[in-house]
């Protein structure tokens, strides 16, 4: 049998052994996590999150492994679903749950894909409290040091390696008195007491974080009319700021058709042309595409923010302006309430769902950006598509209206000229704008998974080996270097082919795939969630099972 490992359980890795179960060829594959229970992964697993912590996918948006996760919610008993913490009543397609409710899906899919795995041949191994240490390419195939819990190491041979090692959170969060460089585990937060609290972030990240903290506190109930409430002893006395650039929150999660219906102008097709004839003024031609489908999805929409007068540098601007003109709270409330009569009324908002549907196909173009439009993206562009799917459960935003109505939060703006200072205090950190101090005595950076660097993979025989390297992309030629164009300048992330396999010279096995998301965000800035995991795992899978076939005809 063809030898596969998967390093990692979660999603990631449990799409591609789904992936790789199509196979009409017997094959061998070892799962290894670190953890002594596979199958949750990182974001949904209960040491790292707080039960009040909700996932920003619904059912209906989840692909599914072997069944929906509305399916396997409605095979529970109201006994088991108490145990999670949801009512059989909640239960829908379009409905959120709490994060721990998603690993405890994707723990039972893995056992369900483990008994399908035997029914059809294949060999499968998953092996908890196993940490991978290294990983090491031969010429034919590749070698896999493992370290078990109690401190034993064991080496072993594959033909195929899937690096799915997921989201990359520090082992230690609070660096220093008061100040923690994660919101997860979230188990660690809760020494934060009665003091002020400021959170860097104010996506689902942040919104975790204050989550965490307030459970800690207090408790969210309903009153008489329905409405969320937050209360806590008389005595307690702690607050929270949220603080970003913008001094934004995210807006909730709106009604629209699932799956995604085509667009006319902003194609794939469209864009993989941009792609190939117009490299070096790529990132304005999209733009353009990009103008040109927004006018026609949304006309009224694009007539009131000015598109036809915006550029890349000035678009995004104009999306958050009107926000940008209420108090935070204030517009939250009215955007609930939008969000909630179009779901009750199946309304779709058609401007926010053509840059929905935009934001998936753009990311064909990112990858071949060179430098200055790569730099011009991240800065200007790519924000509102990342606010606008970064939309957050309903629930969310009523629990941070319901700590705002009770005196508990607040947001700040921090604007582009701001200082964090954690060293001149003795507890959390201070913040200063334009000469005004703020000071916490507890600070949490939610800013959630950053990109890393290629030389921050855990596996030291790949860089010792020189398999792995930064991911390049082209010099914009200037008229300074007019005959330097086709240098190439360093991007951050793992430099990768198009089946996720790095990209190196050396005469070793290149059947090594990275899919780990740290190492992706450089150059697919979209990449999270659970949507991504199962398109990384099902291209992974394809190509791993390709080249079994080849094998198999002796190609």
């Known amino acids: 049998m063809t030898n596969i490992a998967i390093i990692g359980s979660g999603p990631t890795g449990i799409y591609t052994l789904k992936g790789l ?44 492994v072997c069944e929906s996760l509305t399916h396997w919610l409605r095979r529970k008993t109201p006994a088991e679903l108490g145990m999670i913490g949801v009512q059989p009543q909640t239960i829908g397609e379009r409905e959120f749950y709490p994060r721990v409710v998603l690993g405890e899906y994707f723990q039972a899919q893995l056992a369900a894909l483990l008994a399908e795995a035997v029914a059809q041949g294949h060999v499968v191994d998953v092996k908890g409290n196993q940490r991978v240490t290294d990983v090491k390419l031969r010429e034919r195939d590749i070698s896999v040091e493992v370290t078990s819990s109690d401190g034993s190491t064991a080496g072993h041979v594959f033909d195929h390696v899937v690096m799915a090692t997921g989201h990359d959170w520090p082992e230690k969060t609070e660096t220093k008195p008061g100040f923690f460089i994660s919101p997860w585990p979230a188990a660690n937060l809760d020494t934060i007491r009665d003091v002020s609290v400021g959170v860097l972030g104010t996506s689902l990240s942040g919104i975790d974080a204050v989550v965490s903290v307030a459970t800690s506190h207090g408790s969210f109930l309903l009153d008489e009319s329905g409405t969320t409430q937050y209360h806590t002893a ?12 913008k001094g ?47 006018f026609a999805s949304d006309p009224e929409y694009a007539e009131r923010i000015g598109l036809g007068m915006l550029t890349v540098e000035t678009v995004a601007d104009a999306y958050f302006a009107e926000r940008d003109s209420y108090d935070p709270f204030t517009w939250a409330a009215l955007n609930l309430g939008e969000a909630k009569a179009n779901k009750a009324t199946r309304t779709t908002v058609a401007w926010r769902y053509a840059i929905l549907c935009m934001h998936e196909i753009v990311l064909r173009a990112v990858p071949h950006f060179n430098d200055e439009d790569l730099k011009r993206f991240h800065k200007h562009f790519k924000s509102l598509f990342v606010d606008d799917y970064a939309t957050v459960p309903h629930q969310s935003i009523e629990r941070l209206l319901a700590l705002h109505r009770a005196g508990r939060l607040a947001v700040l703006k921090l604007g582009s000229d701001y200082t964090l200072d954690s060293d001149s205090v003795a507890s959390g950190a201070a913040v200063e704008i334009g000469g005004q101090r703020h000071c916490f005595t507890a600070f949490i950076d939610a800013t959630g998974q950053q990109a890393v660097s290629a030389w921050d993979v855990p596996f030291p025989s790949l860089i010792v080996q020189g398999a792995v390297r930064e991911a390049r992309t082209t010099k914009a030629s200037t008229a300074f270097a007019a005959t330097d164009d086709t240098a190439e300048v360093a991007t951050g992330g793992i430099d990768l082919d198009g089946q996720f396999r790095p990209k190196f010279e050396e005469p070793l096995s290149h059947n090594i795939y990275c899919v780990s998301i740290p ?25 791993i099972l390709e080249d079994v076939k080849r094998r198999g005809f002796g190609l």
């Open 21 to 64: 179960m199509e196979s009409e060829t017997p094959l061998s594959v070892t799962v290894f996590e670190a953890n002594a229970d596979p199958g949750k992964g990182t974001p949904y697993h209960p040491r790292a999150n707080d039960r009040a912590m909700l996932a920003n996918i619904a059912s209906i948006e989840l692909p599914p």
């Open 234 to 245: 008389s005595d307690v006395d702690f607050h929270i700021t949220m603080m970003s650039r």
């Open 248 to 294: 934004l929150l995210p807006e909730a999660d709106f009604y629209c058709p699932i799956p995604y219906e085509p667009l006319a102008i902003f194609t794939v097709a469209a864009v993989d042309q941009l792609v190939e004839t117009a490299p070096d003024r790529l990132l304005n031609e999209v733009f353009e595409l990009f103008c040109k489908q927004l």
């Open 519 to 543: 190492f992706l965000l450089h150059k697919l800035p979209f990449v999270q969630g659970i949507t991504s995991a199962e398109e990384l795992g099902s291209l992974v899978a394809a190509a």
